[in-house]
């Protein structure tokens, strides 16, 4: 509770909200997840909460949850659009390119609708990778 509350005061209490980085390219094989770019992405509330949305994919954990962040880039197209689990471990992509994204990495694993034993690990495709991974990384 008490680093949750430190994280809160750090982000001055506002939501920080950060939309996925979309390559139009891409956009029919985003239809089946019901993605909108303006409506989806990741937020990071002043309450310290973390959550990323993916069309009718919810996603979410508090800050304390989070071990880290780092950027991460040129991935193949076929490993990156959509929503989908690693083949390699328990991680899961929230995808929108090819170029580049935050992986964001959990304390204790995160179930989800893809994972209902949980991630260790998120990778997000959003426009302002510095700002995202800057906020978690505090």
């Known amino acids: 509770m008490v680093c949750r509350d430190r994280m809160a005061r ?4 506002v939501d920080h909200r950060f939309k996925y ?4 390219r891409f956009a029919p094989l985003l239809i089946p997840f019901a993605l909108h770019p303006s409506r989806d992405g990741v937020t990071i509330t002043g309450g310290g909460h973390f959550h990323a949305t993916f069309g009718f994919l919810k996603f979410a954990t508090d800050l ?3 071990d880290g962040a780092h950027i991460t880039r040129d991935y193949r197209w076929w490993t990156a659009i959509g929503a989908r ?3 390699a ?5 929230y995808g929108t390119n090819s170029e580049a ?8 694993r995160v179930p989800s609708l893809l994972g209902p034993k949980g991630h260790s690990a998120l ?3 959003v426009e302002d990778l510095e ?3 800057a906020i978690l990384t505090r």
């Open 10 to 13: 750090r982000l001055q209490l």
């Open 21 to 24: 980085a979309l390559d139009r």
């Open 64 to 66: 304390d949850n989070i």
């Open 85 to 87: 689990r690693s083949f």
């Open 89 to 93: 471990d328990d991680g899961l992509t």
């Open 101 to 108: 994204g935050v992986c964001i990495h959990f304390r204790e």
């Open 123 to 125: 990778t997000v495709t």
């Open 131 to 133: 700002g995202l991974t």
